[in-house]
């Protein structure tokens, strides 16, 4: 695979900082900040990853003691009844009279696999390997969680402004409700007006009533994310106002796969499954064990541990597979199938990786541009209003067109709020796909 130069998207040459840890600090909100801790401490996906990483981690551990020898004790206790009409072993003869026999063992047992052929050791690398892919894994759900997060709560930041926006425009159309009412009934005014204005006083006011929901809904769906109960959890309204994203320091393609968890997560697997292949590399060859014992052995207990009962044994030992039917070529080729399969998922989370910040550079640029021309369609919006409802006044124009002047108003405010929304998510999905300044351990 090729290494790109540089992004195709404008974002700045050269090199450039690593984003904060707590990268969402640079929006400045307390808000955000505490239902962002509360995620990162309550949320159970994260709590699922964790726990992943603990599970790695004590594998590793077993992998590990396979380096070392395995020491048992073993006492044991056996009391055994010669029948008394057995030959005499040396003789042929009856032996006279029944025995009983007590035999005390304490032994210590050792046994070591000598490690010739590395398939203990590159156990444990591709254990060690796991390991820091599981917590990679846990690093990059973390970032998910927590630009999640960020993106529910400004989404609902976004549902408070055009709320606020609805409720100020409901309120101005029951006003003019009330004035077409009261020109009607004096004959200064005719009923098709009053209609007009009252279809979309009603109109609005359906609208409303369903971005206040939606608004109840996101709210849920945040609670949840935060690892809380939505009976027990709110949000105050605070509505999106029109602020620019901070600016985010973009760098070099080549940083991105230093900075990205989810890519780190699937080089490490392409060392463990390489580690893996060794290992049945290794399983071709004699597999050669030490297995040793001392202790003591008594017929009684109270001459158990004098040195007349020690015992002691150490035995070297070989197991070379013979025929085993091609199950160790079986083996061997899927481990290795394995391995491409892990160096095609890496492949394909770079190429993710490039995409996702091409993809947020793309749209930073495009919602600038988008929220610029929103703003100028708005202050138009409202020329063009302040002058129908002039000329309505005068006589000039209809009442058509004052609720088209309304209309587009109210469409634009909307729209210049949804932008703004989706300037704050590009901006958020850029940090994500920059790693959100996560580093390696």
């Known amino acids: 695979m090729i290494q ?22 640079l929006y400045g909100d307390s808000h955000l900040d505490r239902l962002i801790a509360t995620a990162t401490t309550s949320n159970h996906s994260l709590e699922l990853a964790v726990a992943r990483v603990d599970e790695a981690r004590a594998l590793a ?17 056996a009391r055994t009844r010669l029948s008394g009409s057995r030959p005499s072993p040396t003789t042929g003869e009856r032996v006279q009279g029944a025995a009983t026999i007590n035999d005390w063992l304490v032994p210590v047992d050792l046994t070591y696999e000598v490690d010739v052929w590395g398939r203990v050791r590159r156990g444990l690398e591709s254990a060690r390997a796991q390991l820091v892919a599981t917590a990679d894994d846990e690093a990059a759900v973390r970032l998910a969680v927590q630009t999640d997060v960020a993106q529910f709560y400004y989404t609902l930041r976004l549902l408070d402004s055009q709320v606020e926006i609805l409720t100020h425009t409901l309120a101005a159309y029951q006003e003019q409700v009330r004035v077409l009412s009261v020109q009607l009934k004096t004959g200064l005014g005719g009923p098709v007006a009053l209609y007009q204005a009252q279809a979309q006083l009603q109109s609005t006011s359906a609208q409303l009533r369903d971005m206040q929901r939606a608004r109840d809904d996101q709210e849920h769906a945040l609670a949840i994310l935060c690892g809380q109960a939505a009976p027990l959890f709110s949000v105050p309204v605070s509505p999106l106002r ?43 060859f004699p597999r050669l064990t030490l297995t040793g014992s001392a202790g003591f052995e008594s017929t009684a207990v109270k001459s158990l541990f004098n040195w007349q009962s020690s015992i ?6 070989a197991t070379q597979p013979i025929f085993q039917r091609g199950r160790l070529k079986g083996n061997l080729a899927a481990t290795k199938a394995r391995h491409r399969q892990a160096v095609a998922t890496y492949v394909g989370q770079v190429l993710i990786a490039y995409g996702d910040v091409e993809d947020a550079l793309t749209d930073r640029r495009a919602l600038i541009e988008m929220v610029g021309s929103l703003r100028e369609a708005v202050d138009a919006s409202q020329n063009y209003l302040r002058v129908a409802q002039v000329q309505y006044k005068n006589g000039l124009v209809d009442y058509l067109v004052v609720i088209d002047a309304e209309r587009t108003l109210l469409a634009n405010q909307l729209s210049l709020a949804q932008a703004v929304n989706l300037q704050l998510g590009a901006s958020i999905r850029l940090i994500k796909a920059l790693g959100g300044g996560w580093e390696s351990a």
């Open 312 to 317: 002691a044994s150490i035995v070297a030992g």
């Open 242 to 284: 029109d602020t620019p994203p901070p600016e985010v320091p973009v760098g070099l393609p080549a940083t991105l796969l230093t900075r990205r968890p989810d890519v780190a997560a699937a080089e490490q697997r392409v060392v463990a499954a390489n580690a893996q292949i060794g290992v049945a590399t290794a399983d071709f």
């Open 61 to 77: 551990r077993v992998a590990a003691s396979f380096l070392a020898p395995t020491i048992s004790l073993d006492p044991s206790f």
């Open 4 to 25: 790109p130069e540089g992004f195709k998207s404008p974002a700045g040459g050269g090199a450039a900082p690593r984003i904060a840890l707590e990268w969402w600090r």
